[in-house]
């Protein structure tokens, strides 16, 4: 029996809620991204209160500090981080690949040395859910090579070929059924080999499927045409997860074609930068920038958040000048206030058959700007 | 008729309110430091919910950045820092005396140059006041000279006369009466002086009476011997404000001896280096020693503050660890509601006449422990 349940469409945009052991959350959802166990600036009565449903952690990180052992000797990741809620950790894969230090990719895993102090680790498909299981995360990721997106089509193939042979041993060193666990399709932008990862991963008894390898650099309409064949090839009956994406436009765009869940640092990372993302056009803008210091209308008119109902635009914009804490902490709560709000408002459109509308405004509102220059996963 | 009212005493302790046209508060009171026009990672609705009653802000901070006719222009000190309540400012003498830059001082006030832009800027008595009227407090400070600890006995006097004079130009610059305005005696720790200065400060009609050049280095013994004597010099009928004070227990010691208000940047200070206040023996410790890796207990098993009723000293150790803002935010939000539940225990203490008790408590925990070496006022 799927973990997942389809409620509703509008069009390809799918309305639905998933069944883990630490609760059900209803999707299309976004997690909020607590790297190192902790939304940056946000403690969890407040992520709750923001309308959070899933909080995703980062393996790589937990597992050099403090460690997956310490976590589990402490009570596991809910205990210790007090988020009660559905986890789900990805598989330290992309933080492993992002290193610039010396690491050695072969058929049994990764080598590679610690950021913190330079130690030689080893990576494999194993290890990670041995990571994952002993964090006691809700949602596991199984581990996949992340090629450089500079990769020919051959260069490209091999590596699908080795993602599928550690998806099936990330399966069977899965020991606790009730952790979830989910496999991620690669091939870049290539359609053959999309259309052939997605056969591979729906051909194995994963709670969920996962879309890897894309917003890590490639052009937005890169991204949006691979979307728009590739979700159709993934397994309805399973949830479908689109890993570390994106902005506004890209959530709608994914869930247009059939994307449940989302994750992505920019709501917090651009907060801590003064970036804002509003319910207006244009969807955003710096709060840093000195045109805001005499501004008295809050961030968003629209927006019921702490740093909405309390704060000025002026009074933001002189704790960024001045370098006080909570102007970051501000920020990232009415960024993250503004994502769940907006996958709120997608869920009811999906629900009310207006979805088309929804999509159509926030299309409009990105004509033109793109936050993917750099890539925005991390 | 005075805005302070007696309603009890224990001995020498005084259990009381003062009004404001922001409100009033009950004292003993605490006022968290807002250097900036932010209690630092702490937002105002969760200031309130910790028991804060009026908040202290920086009239020199504020002058430089963002400029009271700025903050002015936006709708007030109140409406710019989303605290509805009392707001006490300083002169910005105190700050102005710290700077290591070239200052120079005369009868007129004093040539000083900003910390931020080497700018130069003078601050006289009317200055002061004119900056905080325009700010919108409900309670301004006047100028007064905070002498070097090392002065000779016939320097300290002519300082104070100067204070004297400074305190009557202050009083003759007050346009808005709705203003609280509060007398400072100086004085360092010779007792001769300080009961000059209470003849001084309380034969003005000033609608509070603060006692300052106090905890800024000089041995705790001194402090508390001189609080023991000059307390009692002051009017009885008026509010007695202990500015830059202190540890619990040199809070507890000067409300022995009749003091009404505090403020110390201690507790968010000491919190963002990981030291954290606790109702137990020892007083205090630091979150980040590696012996709290694996406690899973909170802070402080008899507080109910958000940091203490969701996550465990393991927890809190890792962020402080990883370098993660949630860390300091936390002790933060800790180490305030321990002093603000302490205040409340100690005006119950006078409102039952158990004071006696608390005040043994409190002495025999921080019996040879002491925080004041490098001086704790800012």
């Known amino acids: 029996m799927s973990r997942y349940t389809l409620q509703g469409t509008s069009g390809k945009a799918r309305r639905g809620s998933f069944v883990t052991r630490a609760g059900v959350f209803d999707t299309p959802t976004f997690m909020p991204v607590g790297t190192r166990g902790s939304v940056k600036g946000v403690d969890v009565e407040r992520l709750a209160e923001l309308g959070a449903q899933v909080m995703l952690v980062n393996t790589y990180h937990l597992w050099l500090r403090p460690g997956h052992e310490r976590v589990k000797a402490v009570g596991g990741i809910h205990t210790f981080?007090?988020?009660?809620?559905?986890?789900?950790?990805?598989?330290?894969?992309?933080?492993?690949f992002s290193l610039k230090s010396i690491r050695t990719l072969t058929e049994e895993g990764i080598e590679f040395r610690s950021h913190i102090d330079g130690s030689k680790q080893f990576l494999s498909p194993?290890?990670?859910?041995?990571?994952?299981?002993?964090?006691?995360?809700?949602?596991?990721?199984?581990?996949?090579?992340?090629?450089?997106?500079?990769?020919?089509?051959?260069?490209y193939e091999r590596s699908l070929e080795m993602t599928y042979r550690w998806a099936k041993r990330s399966l069977a060193a899965r020991t606790d059924p009730e952790m979830c666990l989910f496999g991620i399709t690669q091939g870049g932008c290539h359609r053959d080999l999309r259309t052939r990862a997605a056969e591979q991963i729906c051909g194995l008894p994963f709670d969920g499927l996962a879309i890897g390898g894309l917003s890590v650099g490639e052009p937005k309409g890169a991204m949006y045409e691979t979307l728009s064949s590739h979700v159709d090839e993934l397994d309805r009956e399973r949830i479908h997860y689109l890993m570390g994406v994106g902005t506004p436009e890209d959530i709608?765009?994914?869930?247009?074609?059939?994307?449940?869940?989302?994750?992505?640092?920019?709501?917090?990372?651009?907060?801590?930068?003064?970036?804002?993302?509003?319910?207006?056009?244009?969807?955003?803008?710096?709060?840093?920038?000195?045109?805001?210091?005499?501004?008295?209308?809050?961030?968003?008119?629209?927006?019921?958040?702490?740093?909405?109902?309390?704060?000025?635009?002026?009074?933001?914009?002189?704790?960024?000048?001045?370098?006080?804490?909570?102007?970051?902490?501000?920020?990232?709560?009415?960024?993250?206030?503004?994502?769940?709000?907006?996958?709120?408002?997608?869920?009811?459109?999906?629900?009310?058959?207006?979805?088309?509308?929804?999509?159509?405004?926030?299309?409009?509102?990105?004509?033109?700007?793109?936050?993917?220059?750099?890539?925005n996963q991390v």
């Open 252 to 375: 709608i765009e994914a869930v247009s074609h059939g994307v449940d869940i989302f994750d992505c640092v920019m709501p917090t990372r651009s907060g801590r930068f003064g970036r804002v993302f509003v319910d207006d056009d244009p969807p955003f803008f710096n709060v840093k920038n000195a045109k805001y210091a005499e501004d008295t209308g809050p961030l968003d008119p629209k927006c019921s958040c702490v740093a909405c109902r309390t704060y000025s635009r002026a009074y933001i914009n002189h704790l960024f000048k001045v370098g006080e804490m909570l102007g970051p902490q501000l920020a990232s709560i009415h960024n993250l206030t503004h994502y769940l709000s907006f996958m709120r408002e997608i869920r009811q459109s999906i629900e009310t058959g207006t979805f088309d509308a929804v999509y159509s405004r926030i299309k409009a509102r990105w004509q033109g700007l793109d936050l993917h220059a750099s890539g």
């Open 126 to 155: 194993e290890g990670s859910i041995n990571v994952q299981q002993t964090l006691g995360v809700s949602i596991a990721m199984a581990l996949d090579e992340c090629p450089a997106s500079t990769l020919d089509h051959s260069a």
């Open 81 to 96: 981080t007090g988020w009660k809620g559905p986890i789900l950790s990805d598989s330290g894969g992309y933080q492993v």
